[in-house]
């Protein structure tokens, strides 16, 4: 079983930035690629990138250039820095880890998930 407890949302002004923490508990994180997934209210949960266990990223169109996801193993914790935000923005954000080392966009492929933090974006 992994845990996973996000932090780092809350209100910020179209074009800034915040940083996203999920803090994992439980086992090492180093074994899973972990995803950020985030759902705005009357939207299906949508894809916003993950990290492999190499490293390797991949991201949603809409966020990329602008959002970057990193992995502190020996934290045990996964960040997601967020720039050049806008209304758009504006969701819970998800942390999930999967087993394997390739990246899913799907939300099935993902078993552990935390509770979410919420973004929103003011314009």
């Known amino acids: 079983q992994v845990q996973l407890v996000e932090s780092g949302g809350g209100l910020v002004q179209a074009g800034g930035s915040l940083r996203l923490s999920c803090a994992a508990s439980g086992r090492p994180i180093s074994i899973y690629t972990m995803g950020w997934f985030r759902q705005a209210p009357g939207e299906e949960r949508e894809f916003v990138g993950a990290i492999t266990q190499s490293d390797s990223t991949k991201y949603a169109d809409s966020v990329k250039g602008r959002f970057t996801i990193s992995r502190d193993n020996a934290k045990n914790a996964v960040y997601l820095q967020m720039n050049s935000l806008t209304p758009e923005d504006t969701a819970v954000y998800y942390c999930?880890?999967?087993?394997?080392?390739?990246?899913?966009?799907?939300?099935?492929?993902?078993?552990?998930w935390g509770q979410g933090t919420q973004v929103t974006v003011s314009s």
């Open positions: 999930a880890a999967k087993p394997g080392s390739t990246v899913k966009v799907t939300t099935y492929e993902y078993i552990y």
